[in-house]
Nanobody, 123 residues
Framework: QVQLVESGGGLVQAGGSLRVSCAAS????????MGWFRQAPGKEREFVSH????????YYADSVKGRFTISKDNAKNTVILQMNSLKPEDTAVYYC????????????????WGQGTQVTVSS
């Protein structure tokens, strides 16, 4: 079992930055691939970013590429999503999730989920 807790969300103006973190506890965190997803009101949960268990491979949705950066600190059991140049369309609840494999952009590949943290970007 892996427990995930997100933090760091909040309200920011367009063009600003936020960093959301995900703290993990439970089974060996370093063996899991980690992903960030987001869900806006009335919309389906969508893929944002993914990092492999080693941290060597990262993937991003086209909508955030060049603006967001994912990183993983296995020593601290933490995965971080640094979000820069934020836009109003980035407003959503952001979730971190843990996976052992499968299609990295599919929520179905992730076994464990956090409770989410709200990110609101004002125009």
């Amino acid at each position: 079992q892996v427990q995930l807790v997100e933090s760091g969300g909040g309200l920011v103006q367009a063009g600003g930055s936020l960093r959301v973190s995900c703290a993990a506890s439970g089974r060996i965190f370093s063996s899991y691939n980690m992903g960030w997803f987001r869900q806006a009101p009335g919309k389906e949960r969508e893929f944002v970013s993914h990092i492999s268990w080693s941290g060597r491979s990262t993937y991003y949705a086209d909508s955030v590429k060049g603006r967001f950066t994912i990183s993983k600190d296995n020593a601290k059991n933490t995965v971080i999503l640094q979000m820069n140049s934020l836009k109003p369309e980035d407003t959503a609840v952001y979730y971190c999730a843990a996976s052992n494999g499968g299609i990295y952009a599919s929520p179905r590949s992730y076994y464990y989920w956090g409770q989410g943290t709200q990110v609101t970007v004002s125009s």
